[in-house]
């Protein structure tokens, strides 16, 4: 019979578990939070739309 | 009758370009720099002290910022100044030198460059076009040499200044994206608010517009790093730059109406066009005791900017269908 070390274990049940299960969903709500900051910050800028008629042109200035 | 003589502090990448542009046009310029990055050419005349400077008939400063205390010790020797500096403390402490420039009878330009100036000088361009002049809001691209490059460095990290329904406003350098698109061959890039002196000045030129905003164009990493120092060197000799310009109002009719200008180019060389201009228009037509900003009605914008464009500014306007941005 194959008896797992105490420290693996320990990781799988009881108050090890536990503390895996809780990092894991501290770190799922971290990187969520980061991404809905992040696209926020993506959404609140408007941007623009390239124009789509006309364009620059060079003008004189002429003298006063 | 001799040539006027003309001062010139600093010559660096902008400096040189002033100093070539005003004695083609027949001027004699004398440069103080201790330290010239760029090589003094033989037909120009060198100074020992920044003080020598104040027999001449305008003094041009274009060393890096801060200009104030130069500024002063010239205007109280009775001497014109003109000045490049575009930081945003170093302005508003030149605007407040209006009692001393009358005091000893001169007068003082400030922000005589690309963006301040140039950006002054198309929205009084600008400004002619409309009926009422509601908003200004300039966007700027690009750097001249290395301490513009600092300067635009740290205004991105620092609180922007805004002109906003009659009064200031301070937001985040950094924030506020917009795309913008400058002329060609620039196009379109991303700009945010930093502290910038153009909204400064041009409330002092156009006090009847109610909003106006100032942002330049920015990476996602030049936004990062703005409140670090610089990472990597700037660019010894600055690249291609623009300054854009959009006037909203209204026309006689009361219908809204939007015009748009700019120029694109080696930074350098814009921001050295319209200084030499400036320098010029003091020398030749003289301007009463007193601070002025680019776009005023004391110094003829029009005519400045007829100068600069003789000295190479190409002024471009947009002539599509504008379209609402977020300012």
Known sequence: ?64 | MNAPIIGLVGHGVTGSRVAAHLVAEGLRVAVYDPAPSVGVRSSLVRVDDAADLSQCDVVVLCHPTPHRALAERLLSDGTAVVSLGDDLTDLRAMLAMQGTAERHDAALVVGAGMSPGLSGLLAASLAEQVHTLDELHVALHGTAGPACARQHHDALGDAALGWHDGEWIEVPGGSGRDLVWFPEPIGAHDCYRAALGDPLLLHRSFPQAGRISARVSATRRDRLTARLPMLTPPHPTGDLGSVRVEARGANERGERVTVIAGAAGPTADLAAAVCAATALQVVQVGLPAGVFALGCRALDALDVLHHATRLGVHVQQFTGVARPTSW
């Open chain 1, 1 to 64: 019979m194959v008896v797992a070390a105490p420290w693996l274990v320990g990781e799988f049940t009881g108050l090890g578990t536990l503390r895996t299960m809780k990092m894991l969903r501290r770190a799922i709500v971290a990187l969520s939070m980061a991404g809905a900051i992040f696209a926020t910050l993506r959404m609140r800028g408007k941007g623009g739309v390239p124009p789509q008629v006309g364009g620059w042109r060079e003008v004189d200035v002429p003298p006063r």
